[in-house]
């Protein structure tokens, strides 16, 4: 099944300013990463995605429903965390999950299981009886996630899901993000202008730019190029890339590293052999991965 | 070291397979969930402090109105007529109540929680407009009920007695409504515009005190004509009007009768009812444009 897809979108505001053009894309269910920078036509899609706005033209469909006609249908199976404070600040977290829960069409004594469970499952407990407006952004974060997950949505539209949070927080979020996506079996549209960020819980990565289609595809096609170890030794350098050499391995030199690339774990026990042979003193031993980004380093960003 | 009885097991997430209500049930909970924001109900106490300082008020005034009428037999005024007298009562109520139910939703930012759900942007408009107008309409027919009662269990007529004191209740109940769906509309519609509480009040308390001077200009002009739609100038003055014209003597007590509206009666009502559709219609022109931002 298609989780998402969309053909030819174009959105122009009273004619001048694009923020989407001609955008074709299709994904399958999963975790998905939506990432471009600011102004590049996130937030947009995800209106259109809701059916809170129309498309100048082209077609759109979620989760097989057309938003612009049956827009209720698609909102019910769909969880929207928005990006900016969404919480009225004397309301206590329970209450406000609950009422939301209660506005998705769930029944009353449904509502409240269900809203304290999504919010123990965003690691909310006993602060979910205080009032919003003494949370840190933190947990502000995981109301907003917890009220997009009140009525069991078969997707969840995450609007940059870690603005504004710590290192920790940033982790938390996208472990509990990840989780979601794995064990919940609720698919994740996740938004980002950091690409660090969402290729790490991704299996999907859709890259928008200027409201124009940069790549979309899975992440393991986009990093089929196989891993490497990097190897350093204070001393003797040289020695060891011929030894490496000489036991078949495609060594290179990258300043004062060993690329090596990593075909299976034998690779690591060859090389630690080769040092303690040469009783070098071995400085790092890492395996380094593609990064997503350098797959979009070399194009030229087309906005300043 | 025996094992411990009670283990909790984390169950994971479920999914849920239940029922999803419809759109009818959804306009409820909102609906319900108005009415006692409206009164501060499920709130804090701080919010629950204005509400029910004017519920006070207005039943202690029909209690007072009650026992003296059972004490002197003399009607101070009649269930319409408590309506008028608590205008302003009304005003303020409206004023704080309003901007409570929607410039909060506004400033929040929740919205956008709202409109990405299964409910019509017309809805949350609509909804909150009959919560508003239950809550005023409670307010006015609540305490024209306490009168009521006391008229009902002191009457000397037996079941008759009561009979035409609940004819005379009656029309009251509909004026309560009338004033509930005015008021609503006009304060609600003013207090969506802004997401800030205390101009949703100001601008409610001068949209309805500040037109009373045009009524009162209007209304000593050289023509006879003039005078006599003087009260379409302001919500309140119209309210009142359309009451003199429909109830007559109920809130105009025979004898001190002073036509005031000539026979512009039905203009009245027709200006009553366009300023209700007109500001129910630029309330949902209003969520419009808030939902698609």
Redesign the interface.
């Known amino acids: 099944m298609t989780l998402l897809a969309t053909e030819s979108l174009t959105k122009t505001y009273g004619g001048r300013v694009t923020a989407l053009a001609d955008l074709t894309v299709s994904v399958e269910p999963g975790i998905i990463g939506l990432v471009g920078a600011n102004g590049a036509g996130k937030s947009t899609l995800i ?1 259109i995605l ?1 059916g ?2 129309a498309p100048t033209s082209g077609r759109v469909s979620v989760l097989g429903l057309d938003p612009t006609t049956d ?3 698609v ?2 199976r ?3 965390m ?1 990006e ?8 206590s977290a329970a ?1 406000l999950v609950t ?2 829960g ?7 004594t ?1 509502a409240r299981e ?1 809203a304290s ?1 999504a919010l123990r ?1 965003v690691g909310l407990h006993e602060e979910r009886h205080r ?1 919003v407006g003494g949370y840190s952004t933190g947990m502000k974060q995981r109301v907003k996630l917890a ?1 997009a997950l009140v ?2 949505p078969d997707l969840l ?1 995450l609007d940059e899901p870690t603005n504004g949070l710590d290192p920790a927080g940033r982790d938390a979020m996208l472990a509990l993000i990840h989780r ?1 996506g794995t ?3 609720i698919s994740v549209v996740v938004c980002s202008h950091l690409l660090g960020e969402v290729e790490r819980i991704c299996d999907t990565l859709v890259a928008i730019d200027g409201g124009r289609l940069l790549r979309a595809d899975r992440i393991s096609a986009m990093t089929t190029a196989t891993d490497v170890l990097a190897v350093e030794v204070s001393e003797g350098t040289d020695e060891l890339a011929a030894r490496l050499a000489a036991l078949d391995l495609p060594v290179s030199r990258e300043g004062r590293l060993l690329l090596v690339p990593l075909a299976d774990d034998a690779t690591y026990d060859l090389i630690i052999g080769a040092v303690a042979e040469l009783d070098l003193p071995l400085h790092r031993l890492d395996q380094r991965r593609h990064r997503v980004a350098e797959l979009f380093a070399t194009r030229e960003p087309s906005h300043v | 070291m025996s094992e411990p009885t009670g283990v909790i097991h984390d169950i994971g997430y479920q999914r849920y397979t239940g029922p999803r209500l419809g759109r009818r049930h959804v306009f409820g909970a909102l609906y319900l969930h108005g009415l006692r924001t409206a009164f501060g109900l499920g709130r804090s106490a701080k919010a629950k402090i204005f509400p029910w300082l004017v519920v006070g008020i207005v039943l202690i005034v029909a209690a007072g109105l009650t026992a003296v009428r059972t004490q002197t037999g003399q009607v101070v005024m009649t269930y319409a007529q408590f309506a008028d007298a608590m205008s302003w009562l009304v005003i303020f109520f409206v004023a704080v109540v309003g901007p409570e139910l929607v410039s909060r939703d506004l400033h929040s930012g929740v919205l956008p929680l709202y409109f990405s759900r299964p409910l019509p942007r017309g809805d949350y408009a609509l909804a909150k407009l009959g919560a508003l107008g239950t809550a005023l309409w409670l307010l006015l027919g609540a305490p024209q009920l306490v009168m009521f009662l006391g008229a009902a269990f002191t009457t000397d007529d037996g079941m008759h007695g009561v009979w035409n004191e609940l004819l005379d209740l009656l029309p009251g109940l509909l004026y309560a409504a009338l004033w509930a769906v005015v008021f609503a509309s006009v304060g609600l519609l003013i207090a969506s515009l802004t997401g800030k509480r205390a101009f949703g009040a100001g601008g409610i308390v001068a949209v309805f005190l500040m037109t009373a001077p045009i009524v009162g200009i209007l209304s000593i002009m050289p023509s006879r004509t003039v005078n006599e739609l003087a009260m379409l100038g302001s919500p309140t003055a119209l309210v009142h009007a359309v009451g003199q014209y429909t109830l007559g003597d109920l809130l105009i007590p025979g004898g001190q009768t002073e036509d005031q509206i000539g026979a512009f009666g039905p203009v009245y009502v027709a200006v009553a009812v366009l300023l209700v559709a007109g500001c129910v219609a630029l309330l949902l022109l209003r969520y419009r444009k808030v939902a698609a931002r």
């Open positions: 209106k809701l809170l706005l827009p209720a249908a909102r019910a769909v969880g929207y928005p900016h404070d969404a919480l009225p600040p004397d309301l209450e009422h939301l209660r506005i998705s069409g769930l029944p009353r449904v269900r469970e499952h009032a009220q009525h069991d539209l979601i064990e919940f079996g």
